[in-house]
Nanobody
Framework: QVQVVESGGGLVQPGGSLRLSCVASGSIFRPNAMGWYRQAPGKQRELVAVITSGGSTNYADFVKGRFTISRDNAKNTLYLQMNSLKPEDTAVYYC???????WGQGTQVTVSS
């Protein structure tokens, strides 16, 4: 059974930084594109960033220049470095193994003073 587990969320002040991690079990991680998504209260889930198996990245316009997605295939781990956080970045952040469609349970990020 595939497990996808996010961590690293929390409460941070505007302008601060957080680093999210996502660990996927087994051999499914390495050959698949991975993505970070987020869902704010009352809003639809939206794509934040994607990284292919080869390391190519793509970002939503609202995070370009502030967030960085990366992966460590040896550790089956996906990362999201979030800098210059804004209150509107508050959401539950989810990790997804894009091809097979496996989701994690999400980690809450709250940006507030």
């Amino acid at each position: 059974q595939v497990q996808v587990v996010e961590s690293g969320g929390g409460l941070v002040q505007p302008g601060g930084s957080l680093r999210l991690s996502c660990v996927a079990s087994g051999s499914i991680f390495r050959p698949n594109a991975m993505g970070w998504y987020r869902q704010a209260p009352g809003k639809q889930r939206e794509l934040v960033a994607v990284i292919t198996s080869g390391g190519s990245t793509n970002y939503a316009d609202f995070v370009k220049g502030r967030f960085t997605i990366s992966r460590d295939n040896a550790k089956n781990t996906l990362y999201l470095q979030m800098n210059s956080l804004k209150p509107e970045d508050t959401a539950v952040y989810y990790c997804k193994i894009i091809g097979p469609g496996y989701w994690g349970q999400g980690t809450q990020v709250t940006v507030s003073s």
